[in-house]
Structures are given as structure tokens and as C-alpha cells.
């Protein structure tokens, strides 16, 4: 992967490209009917409710322009188990007092109940490459963090 690849699961691919569609096609009707009705009401300069739709449709191009990139540069692929933290394990760490359990992934790939570690974060960065019983240790905002990795299974969603 390159540095301009996201790693998506399947079901991430397709939740975004169901997103940019209704965005796209319907969001885009909404924004300009909005439009309109906010221009019937007169004088640009001093409508409140054509600046409101006009920054909701900025809001919303650049989010398509966001999914648009993702889609166009995403990886699609299912996790595999290789015995190290790869894009796409669930990690369960811990420290003696505290056990985490995090996706290794994207937050385009978040699901419920589980912490998502982005690879290109403190946290996900040092858990690259390891294997169940490696120490890992970074720096974050909130000092210096050392882990074990307890176990390392692949992402099925």
C-alpha cells in the first residue's frame, strides 16, 4: 500500500460508495431545491437561510470530494492472519493494568465496540510488524505508552 492507499474491508467499500452515491444524486437535489427556496425569499446579502444552505452545500461537495479520493485510492481487501499486526488485525495489547483491543485500520473501517488505531498513529505505527509477545512502545500526547501483545487475529467484518 501506498501512502495515498486506505485499506477498506469490503463492508467499509461499500457503506462509503452507498454514502457518495446518495450524496451525489440526492444530497445534491436537496442542496439545490434548498437553494432555490432560500433565493425566493429575496435579498442574497441578508438571508440566513441562503448562507445556511450554501455552507451546508460546501460542506457536503467537499465531503464527496473526500469519499471520491478514498474510493479511488482504496485497497479492498479481507484481513489475513500472517502472525504479525498487519493493517486490518484485531490487536488486543495490554499493559498489567489496562487491556485494549483495537482494529488496526482506518476510521473508515470502525465498527461498533471495538477501538479503531489508525496505522499512521502512535499507537498503530508501533504495533506494526510485532507478534504476540513483543513489547511496543510509543510516545503520545499523554507521555510514553509500553504494550504487550497478547494476541493478533484478522478483522472479519
Do not use: C
Amino acid at each position: 500500500m501506498s501512502d495515498e492507499t486506505t485499506w477498506l474491508t469490503p463492508a467499509a467499500h461499500t457503506k462509503l460508495s452507498e454514502e457518495y452515491e446518495e450524496l451525489t444524486t440526492a444530497g445534491r437535489r436537496h442542496i439545490e431545491e434548498r437553494i432555490a427556496e432560500a433565493r425566493s425569499h429575496g435579498d442574497l446579502r441578508e438571508n440566513a437561510d441562503y448562507d445556511a444552505a450554501k455552507n451546508e452545500q460546501g460542506m457536503m461537495e467537499a465531503r464527496i470530494r473526500q469519499l471520491k479520493h478514498l474510493l479511488e485510492n482504496a485497497e479492498v481487501r479481507e484481513a489475513v492472519d500472517t502472525g504479525k499486526v498487519e493493517v486490518g488485525s484485531i490487536v488486543t495489547v495490554t499493559n498489567g493494568e489496562l487491556t485494549l483491543e483495537v482494529l488496526l485500520a482506518t476510521n473508515e473501517n470502525r465498527v461498533s465496540g471495538v477501538q479503531t488505531a489508525a496505522p499512521d498513529g502512535p499507537l498503530g505505527s508501533a504495533l506494526l510488524g510485532a507478534a504476540v509477545g513483543d513489547q511496543v512502545t510509543y510516545e503520545a500526547p499523554g507521555g510514553t505508552f509500553t504494550y504487550t501483545v497478547e494476541s493478533i487475529r484478522p478483522f472479519e467484518g
